[in-house]
């Protein structure tokens, strides 16, 4: 084989191997709708195969498409350590991210300054299972079309000013896990069929104006390991249902404003870290506590609830941090676990609470 053949041969090859131009230009244009003028990560975004060093990309070994883009301020990354600094970076997020076909996950998190709308066409990207946009400044909706991402596992947009419903294509997530709308300024209610999300562990809607009351379908999560509603303006009852579920180890709907009676399946659940706290709780402390109950966290601080604090609770397997503080509970307080390793501000702010580690009676 002659040497021209020998070069041309190699030079096809390496042609073959580079990503397709047309997912360098959409890379190119994505960079340019952004600027980072710190760290300098977008300097090795040169050259012919995008592929190749070119910071915060990964192709598919096969096709040679774009497979993943991973760029987080918040990195332990070399780059950063180097800099002694975080990162920061402005601009928005622009549509040509959308001509990636094959793109599999997208991550723009903790960059701070990244502002503008997530773009309606990423709920076109067939193969996309990871979003994640946490700790920017986007703004604008969740692109109502997203529920089209049937294999999306991951969605996190945390930490942004999002606006506006959850959109209720949303439920149609059908391959979801991980769900992080933490810190935002979405409103409306939840989605009643909010249960159609089969796959979710864990579900953080935290930190914003969320109304209406909680959906009972969310029981119907068998996976479901955390649900964090707090900080909303949610109201109504707590579905008794939730008291039910399998593995929900954490239930937080603490700074709301729920009202109704604690139902006495949440006792006797799987749950651990138990915060109802400042909303408007009326009734009994339910007197159902046994070798089921265990928990690291029961904060019902903050309510309207009435009567003595039932004495089953001595009968649980493990309470560690207790606050019934704010309410208006009477009576003596039991002796014996886990009332003796608790401070009097635990339950502080009642009616006519006393013996240790109050006032006696």
């Known amino acids: 084989m002659s040497l021209r053949v020998i070069f041309v041969t190699s030079l096809l090859l390496g042609l073959a191997a ?32 995008c592929c190749r060093n070119w910071y915060g990309v990964s192709c598919d070994p096969e096709s040679r498409r774009v497979a993943d883009i991973n760029l987080r301020g918040e990195s332990e990354d070399p780059i950063f ?54 700790g920017n400044r986007l703004s604008g909706e969740i692109p109502a079309d997203i529920g089209r991402l049937k294999r999306l596992t991951v969605l996190n947009v945390a930490d942004n000013m999002i606006t506006g419903r959850i959109p209720s294509s949303l439920t149609g997530l059908s391959s979801l896990m991980h769900l992080d709308l933490r810190n935002n300024r979405i409103s409306g209610p939840l989605p009643q069929d909010f249960g159609m999300l089969r796959m979710l562990s864990r579900a953080l809607l935290s930190g914003n104006q969320i109304t209406g009351s909680i959906p009972a379908s969310i029981s119907q999560i068998y996976r479901l390991a955390d649900l964090d509603l707090s900080s909303n303006r949610l109201s109504g009852q707590i579905p008794p249902s939730l008291g039910k ?53 029961l904060d019902l601080s903050y309510n309207n609830l009435r009567g003595p604090i039932p004495k089953s609770i001595s009968a649980a397997t493990y309470i560690g941090h207790m606050d019934l503080s704010h309410n208006h509970l009477c009576g003596r307080i039991p002796a014996g676990s886990p009332f003796d390793h608790l401070e009097a501000s635990s339950f502080g702010y009642n009616d006519c609470l006393c013996g240790k580690p109050l006032k006696a009676c």
């Open 245 to 297: 579920m399998p593995v929900l180890a954490t239930l937080n709907l603490d700074f709301n404003q729920i009202s109704g009676a604690i139902p006495a399946s949440l006792i006797n659940s799987a749950v651990s870290n138990l915060n109802l706290s400042r909303n408007s709780i009326q009734g009994t402390i339910p007197d159902v506590f046994g070798p089921r109950s265990y928990f690291t966290v």
């Open 81 to 134: 350590q180097r800099a002694k600094r975080t990162g920061y970076m402005t601009g928005t997020i622009s549509s040509a991210i959308c001509r990636l076909e094959r793109l599999s996950s997208l991550t723009v998190a903790d960059w701070k300054g990244i502002s503008g709308e997530i773009p309606a066409c990423l709920a076109s990207l067939p193969y996309l299972r990871i979003l994640d946009l946490i």
């Open 18 to 49: 580079a990503c397709p131009p047309s997912d360098r230009a959409a890379l190119l244009s994505f960079r340019a709708a952004l600027h980072e003028p710190y760290l300098g990560i977008f300097n090795s975004w040169t050259g012919a195969d």
